[in-house]
């Protein structure tokens, strides 16, 4: 990445008469003739010369860039290209493509409707406005949101062309086909003409000859196209030469340039926080956390709940004040990022936010400070490892829509959990007094422990993590669209999509809200809408899961019905992996909201369950609220925290061998919890069991036995698979050895 900060400023980088040369033949030549222009690309064909001797960069000779096809790879070499290749790289972004200049932001968006415009259009829908690299068509071709710019004549004369709006150095177009699961369209070879007027237009040249740049022979995959010469201007058009033959004149398109910089042409500072803003493989990752704990060592600690597929470890961020511990009464809050290793936008935020909250509390900000106290925080930034660098190894233009999306098994973990929605409804269509189905911690199913069961290692470590720790709340943080999604997230009858709320939906629309409503990208009234749904207009930019589309098997219904964890998914930004240069701006459109979104754990009623005789707490306690038919439970300390909204309501708490006891809890404005405790006095059937059995323990009750036994299986088999895929990956060690010699 180096290079690439180099090349962006390259006119300071070379001397001054350089750059006074290349900047003042540029100003002249807006409204030159072409032939002026080529004496341009001359000047900067030598300026890159000297800048070779400073920053070991080249042009590439070849005017395209043909694709390569992915190696197949058995688990274990892809354990060695994963960790050990992590471990002995010397540089975050070795494995990245160079591709020299960043992209002017097609893909992102940051390139606006306006700057964009054809030579002609299919169609309103398949307009030079969709012609934006991995942009996303609905299930229906034809409507005002598709795939990608389609002209409407096929010949050698169209044209996309984009309005870089000031001098810029172009270097590479990357080219995609139209997205569409009905149709079959990409362009295979095109042209490239440079301008800086739009009146007056330059072909891109290889040598003597006009270049023609290899394009798709597929519908998803980004092929990158470099200029052999690096050319100036405000204008570029892609000029298709040939196209699938039983489809029409379609692409998605990037383009890359470096803006040269000039007395009109100030770059504002997006964020003062200064934090390392890039992306950071599973090497630098690490690196990263561990920093962030030697600077805070007394408020964080690094631990791991597992391995992914190929033996990378799933590590966790904690911030507390006693890090290590669960203190009574203290909540529990997580975020998980990078369920999909494709999405990086979390990752980055949660590495971001680790070394925010370390700074900030070393400086004594009282909301940091309030927050460290108070909280007993969990950051998993890369739930999906293996994923990620699958899409890294590609780069954030050409890892496409999918790459790096799934697990290194092809699992999408996104539905990888039970489905537990389904097993509660169906008992209660079957049972004859509902109320007595239960609505909270339900067992995992039978089938789910089986040894062969397709569960991610990735996801059961997750599932562990869960039972250790009695979170609250949590967000999954998701990317490749802007709005925030609540449970469930499962429709009723298998319905496509259907409005399903749960029994807490009014406080699940409030911390959706909460989200969303303090997001710089979301909250803007002008922002365009990502692909195809209009989320802002229709939603307020929060949706029920299930009237979305229907996912069985989320982690947020999973929280909700097996854990006490409430649980939103939030889908953070358009572009799935962003340039580099963009992570600032991520950061400050979600800054607040990662801090105001934790700071709603507070809200609703807190407690303590106790034994009236021996005051010692009451784990496993259940906690009902009237007319909520959802409870909690309390950990093993006998504290437990119960979200909700202001309000007074009716709370009781019971445990096994205990009587009853009803209280009223009155829920303030404020995000602090109500205190609301109870003590509990045993049965006289539990008096005499005890009197009989000489104090022996009261047993669990049914449905908790059930789901400690099934959490157990499940842990047993994951044990099982983890030692036979270590000693297939210790059996194949010499295998690899001999390959390399």
Same mark, same amino acid.
């Given at each position: 990445?180096?290079?690439?900060?180099?090349?962006?400023?390259?006119?300071? %980088?070379?001397?001054?008469?350089v750059t006074?040369?290349?900047?003042?033949?540029?100003?002249?030549?807006?409204?030159?003739?072409?032939g002026?222009q080529r004496?341009?690309?001359a000047?900067?064909?030598n300026?890159?010369?000297?800048?070779?001797?400073? $920053?070991?960069?080249?042009?590439?000779?070849?005017?395209?860039?043909?694709?390569?096809?992915t190696?197949?790879?058995?688990? =274990?070499?892809?354990?060695?290209?994963?960790?050990?290749k992590?471990?002995?790289?010397?540089?975050?972004g070795?494995?990245?493509?160079?591709?020299? !200049?960043?992209?002017?932001?097609?893909?992102?968006?940051?390139?606006?409707?306006? =700057?964009?415009?054809?030579?002609?259009?299919?169609?309103?829908?398949?307009?030079?406005?969709?012609? *934006?690299?991995?942009?996303?068509?609905?299930?229906?071709?034809?409507?005002?949101?598709?795939?990608?710019?389609c002209?409407?004549?096929?010949?050698?004369?169209?044209?996309?062309q984009?309005?870089?709006?000031?001098?810029?150095?172009?270097?590479?177009?990357?080219?995609?086909?139209?997205?569409?699961i009905?149709?079959?369209?990409?362009?295979?070879?095109?042209?490239?003409?440079?301008?800086?007027?739009?009146?007056?237009?330059?072909?891109?040249?290889?040598?003597?000859?006009?270049?023609v740049?290899?394009?798709?022979?597929?519908?998803?995959?980004?092929?990158?196209?470099?200029?052999?010469?690096?050319?100036?201007?405000?204008?570029?058009?892609?000029?298709?030469?040939?196209?699938?033959?039983?489809?029409?004149?379609?692409?998605?398109?990037?383009?890359? #340039?470096?803006?040269?910089?000039?007395?009109?042409?100030?770059?504002?500072?997006?964020?003062?926080?200064?934090?390392?803003?890039?992306?950071?493989?599973?090497?630098?990752?690490?690196?990263?956390?561990?920093e962030?704990?030697?600077?805070?060592?007394?408020?964080?600690?690094? @631990?791991t709940i597992?391995?992914?597929?190929?033996?990378?470890?799933?590590?966790?961020?904690?911030i $507390?004040?006693?890090?290590?511990?669960?203190e009574?009464?203290?909540?529990?809050?997580?975020?998980?990022?990078?369920?999909?290793?494709?999405?990086?936008v979390?990752?980055e +935020?949660?590495?971001?936010?680790?070394?925010?909250?370390?700074?900030?509390?070393?400086?004594?900000?009282e909301?940091?400070? *309030?927050?460290?106290?108070?909280?007993?925080i969990?950051?998993?930034?890369?739930?999906?490892?293996?994923?990620y660098?699958?899409?890294?190894?590609k #780069?954030?233009?050409?890892?496409?829509?999918?790459?790096?999306? @799934?697990?290194?098994?092809?699992?999408?973990?996104?539905?990888?959990?039970?489905?537990?929605?389904?097993?509660?409804?169906?008992?209660?269509?079957?049972?004859?007094?509902?109320?007595k189905?239960?609505?909270?911690?339900?067992?995992?199913?039978?089938?789910?422990?089986?040894?062969?069961?397709?569960?991610?290692?990735?996801?059961? %470590?997750?599932?562990?993590?869960?039972?250790?720790?009695?979170?609250?709340?949590? &967000?999954?943080?998701?990317?490749?669209?802007?709005?925030?999604?609540?449970?469930?997230? !499962?429709?009723?009858?298998?319905?496509?999509?259907?409005?399903?709320?749960?029994?807490?939906?009014?406080?699940f629309?409030?911390? &959706?809200?909460?989200?969303?409503?303090?997001?710089?990208?979301?909250?803007?009234?002008?922002r365009?809408i !990502?692909?195809?749904?209009?989320?802002?207009?229709?939603?307020?930019?929060?949706?029920?899961?299930?009237?979305?589309?229907t996912?069985?098997?989320?982690m947020?219904?999973?929280?909700? +019905?097996?854990?006490?964890?409430?649980?939103v998914?939030?889908?953070?930004?358009?572009?799935?992996?962003p340039?580099?240069?963009?992570?600032?701006?991520?950061?400050?459109?979600?800054?607040?909201?990662?801090?105001?979104?934790?700071?709603?754990?507070?809200?609703?009623?807190?407690?303590?369950?106790?034994?009236?005789?021996?005051?010692?707490?009451?784990?496993?306690?259940?906690?009902?609220?009237?007319?909520?038919?959802?409870?909690? *439970?309390?950990?093993?300390s006998?504290?437990?925290?119960?979200?909700?909204?202001?309000?007074?309501?009716v709370?009781t708490?019971?445990?096994?061998?205990?009587?009853?006891?009803?209280?009223?809890?009155?829920?303030?404005?404020?995000?602090?919890?109500?205190?609301?405790?109870?003590v509990?006095?045993?049965?006289?059937?539990?008096?005499?069991?005890e009197?009989?059995?000489?104090?022996?323990?009261?047993?669990?009750?049914?449905?908790l036995?059930?789901?400690?036994?099934?959490?157990?299986?499940?842990?047993?088999?994951?044990?099982?698979?983890?030692?036979?895929?270590?000693?297939?990956?210790? $059996?194949?060690?010499?295998?690899?050895?001999?390959?390399?010699?």
């Open positions: 990445m180096a290079r690439l900060a180099l090349l962006v400023w390259f006119p300071l %980088a070379i001397g001054a008469q006074s040369n290349l900047l003042s033949n540029e100003i002249k030549s807006m409204n030159k003739t072409e002026m004496n341009v690309n000047s900067l064909t300026a890159f010369i000297d800048l070779n001797e400073i $920053s070991d960069f080249k042009t590439t000779p070849a005017p395209v860039l043909n694709n390569t096809k190696e197949t790879r058995t688990p =274990q070499e892809q354990d060695k290209t994963s960790e050990d992590a471990k002995s790289s010397g540089d975050a070795a494995t990245l493509p160079d591709l020299t !200049c960043p992209p002017l932001g097609l893909k992102s968006l940051r390139v606006k409707d306006s =700057q964009l415009s054809a030579s002609s259009s299919e169609r309103v829908g398949l307009g030079p406005h969709r012609g *934006r690299l991995n942009i996303q068509s609905g299930l229906e071709d034809g409507d005002q949101y598709d795939g990608a710019w002209a409407s004549v096929k010949d050698k004369n169209q044209w996309l984009v309005d870089a709006l000031r001098p810029t150095l172009f270097t590479a177009v990357i080219l995609q086909g139209r997205n569409s009905w149709s079959y369209n990409w362009v295979e070879s095109y042209k490239v003409q440079i301008s800086n007027d739009s009146e007056t237009w330059t072909p891109c040249m290889n040598g003597s000859v006009e270049a740049f290899k394009g798709n022979n597929d519908l998803e995959t980004p092929v990158l196209g470099r200029l052999p010469v690096p050319m100036v201007g405000q204008f570029l058009r892609i000029n298709p030469q040939s196209w699938y033959t039983n489809g029409s004149v379609c692409l998605r398109a990037e383009v890359l #340039g470096c803006p040269l910089p000039g007395p009109y042409w100030r770059e504002a500072e997006v964020t003062t926080d200064r934090l390392d803003f890039r992306h950071h493989n599973y090497k630098e990752m690490r690196k990263l956390m561990k962030v704990h030697d600077q805070c060592p007394d408020i964080t600690r690094i @631990y597992g391995k992914s597929y190929t033996g990378l470890k799933l590590y966790v961020m904690e $507390s004040d006693n890090p290590g511990k669960h009574l009464g203290e909540p529990e809050f997580r975020y998980v990022a990078g369920m999909h290793g494709n999405e990086v979390g990752r +935020l949660v590495l971001n936010l680790m070394q925010y909250m370390c700074r900030e509390y070393k400086k004594n900000n909301r940091i400070v *309030r927050l460290v106290k108070l909280t007993r969990h950051l998993l930034p890369s739930m999906n490892p293996d994923g660098e699958i899409a890294y190894e #780069g954030s233009e050409l890892a496409g829509w999918a790459e790096g999306r @799934y697990s290194y098994e092809y699992i999408d973990m996104n539905h990888n959990f039970a489905d537990l929605n389904n097993i509660m409804w169906d008992e209660k269509e079957l049972a004859v007094d509902k109320s189905v239960s609505n909270h911690y339900i067992p995992l199913p039978e089938y789910y422990t089986w040894e062969n069961a397709t569960v991610a290692p990735e996801t059961r %470590a997750v599932i562990s993590w869960m039972q250790a720790i009695p979170f609250v709340l949590s &967000a999954n943080l998701h990317g490749g669209e802007l709005v925030v999604t609540y449970p469930y997230d !499962c429709t009723r009858d298998w319905v496509p999509k259907e409005n399903t709320p749960t029994p807490d939906n009014d406080f629309r409030w911390l &959706a809200t909460v989200y969303a409503s303090s997001n710089r990208a979301m909250a803007d009234p002008d365009r !990502c692909h195809y749904e209009d989320f802002q207009t229709h939603h307020n930019n929060i949706i029920n899961g299930a009237d979305w589309h996912l069985p098997g989320s947020n219904d999973f929280s909700y +019905l097996h854990t006490n964890c409430f649980e998914t939030v889908e953070l930004s358009c572009d799935k992996f340039h580099q240069s963009e992570l600032p701006e991520e950061w400050e459109n979600n800054k607040e909201s990662l801090l105001v979104y934790m700071e709603q754990v507070h809200r609703g009623i807190k407690g303590l369950v106790r034994d009236r005789e021996t005051k010692t707490g009451i784990s496993d306690a259940v906690i009902k609220v009237r007319d909520l038919d959802h409870d909690v *439970r309390s950990a093993a006998g504290d437990f925290w119960r979200l909700l909204n202001p309000g007074e309501y709370v708490a019971w445990a096994e061998g205990y009587l009853p006891a009803t209280r009223k809890c009155q829920v303030g404005l404020e995000a602090r919890p109500t205190l609301c405790s109870f509990l006095a045993k049965t006289p059937q539990q008096r005499a069991l009197a009989r059995t000489k104090g022996r323990k009261t047993a669990k009750d049914l449905q036995r059930l789901r400690d036994e099934q959490v157990r299986k499940l842990r047993a088999t994951t044990k099982l698979l983890n030692q036979r895929r270590m000693r297939q990956q210790m $059996s194949s060690q010499p295998i690899r050895a001999q390959r390399k010699r």
